[in-house]
């Protein structure tokens, strides 16, 4: 990844938990577990995909396919939190959330934080590992 988004990303991060505590940013003040999570998960889904589309702008097309039997944890966490998302939405035994304006943003904050800190992660199956792998944008899932 370049210097530049390496140091843009941690700074828009930064800007939306402000901006959502300043309330620039108006998210809901109430809503379901199951919604929160799925919010949560889609911002988190969504931050990877910008992130990607930008690397894969700035990449050539020769490099853009290595095989390499591996998945993004980022990916995964995400996708696993939108399903996990919808089974609670879905599911009417669940409660109404209050969440303040503060607690968004720290909610926002570590999400985002997250994604940010993980975004050179990948899965390996055999053997089984998370490993550090900066230039997996380039991978494509393959079963060899």
């Known amino acids: 990844m370049n210097a530049f988004l390496r140091l843009v990303e ?7 938990a402000v901006l959502v505590a300043g309330n620039i940013i108006v998210l809901p003040a109430t809503l379901s577990l199951g919604a929160f999570v799925l919010t949560l998960s889609c911002i988190f889904l969504f931050q990877t995909l910008v992130r990607d589309l930008w690397i894969l702008s700035k990449t050539s097309k020769s490099d853009r396919f290595i095989r390499k039997p591996v998945f993004c944890l980022e990916t995964t966490l995400g996708i696993l939190g939108v ?5 609670v939405y879905l599911n009417v035994g669940y409660g109404v959330l209050e969440v303040s304006t503060g607690e968004w943003a720290v909610a926002l904050f570590l999400t985002m ?3 940010y800190l993980i975004k050179d992660l990948v899965i390996s199956w055999r053997p089984f590992r998370i490993y550090r792998d900066p230039d997996h944008i380039n991978i494509v899932v393959s079963r060899k």
């Not at 941690?10 to 939306?16: N, R, S």
């Not at 399903?83 to 089974?87: A, E, K, M, R, V």
């Open 10 to 16: 941690p700074v828009l991060i930064i800007l939306v």
């Open 113 to 115: 934080g997250l994604c």
């Open 83 to 87: 399903i996990f998302g919808l089974i």
